[in-house]
């Protein structure tokens, strides 16, 4: 005899996929679709037409519309893509990197600035950034928003 998850409240079955995530990390990624929670606990939300992975994002968002209407910033991507690594083929794919804001500065000069906090700095984001400052001349500086 099985429960069904529908049948719980959303509390329930909040705490019933948390106990399931606990056991198994594919348990854990089924969770995190099934509940809609992020595993660093962010909360997606809106700011100015646009969604945003977090609260923290969404308030660097306002600022960067901001400083662009000011006239401090030629302007700013929100989630664009930068190429890290040239692809081949099928085997041999392309790495990208997508940082949360690329600010473009009046002099023709960028900087990257990614809205982290300690647990979502890794070893993989790190890495990123040193092939980042190495391929990209332009680049003024990368700033993690804390």
């Not at 606990?22 to 995190?32: D, F, G, L, T």
């Not at 081949?88 to 949360?100: I, L, Q, W």
């Not at 890794?122 to 804390?146: A, D, G, H, S, W």
């Amino acid at each position: 005899m099985g429960i069904d998850l529908k049948d719980l409240s959303p509390k329930a079955q909040k705490q019933a996929l948390a106990k399931l995530a606990e056991q198994s990390p594919q348990a854990a990624q089924i969770a995190r679709k099934v509940t809609g929670s992020n595993k660093y606990g962010a909360r997606k939300t809106w700011a100015f037409g646009m969604p945003c992975d977090s609260q923290k994002e969404a308030g660097y968002l306002g600022n960067c519309v901001l400083l662009t209407r000011a006239g401090v910033l030629a302007g700013f991507l929100y989630h664009g893509k930068l190429l890290l690594v040239d692809g081949t083929d099928r085997d041999n794919r392309a790495v990208t990197y997508e940082p949360d804001f690329v600010l473009l500065h009046a002099d023709g000069t960028y900087e990257l600035v990614d809205t982290k906090s300690d647990a979502t700095e890794t070893r993989v984001f790190k890495n990123n950034m040193k092939i980042i400052r190495e391929r990209y001349p332009l680049l003024r500086e990368v700033t993690i928003e804390k």
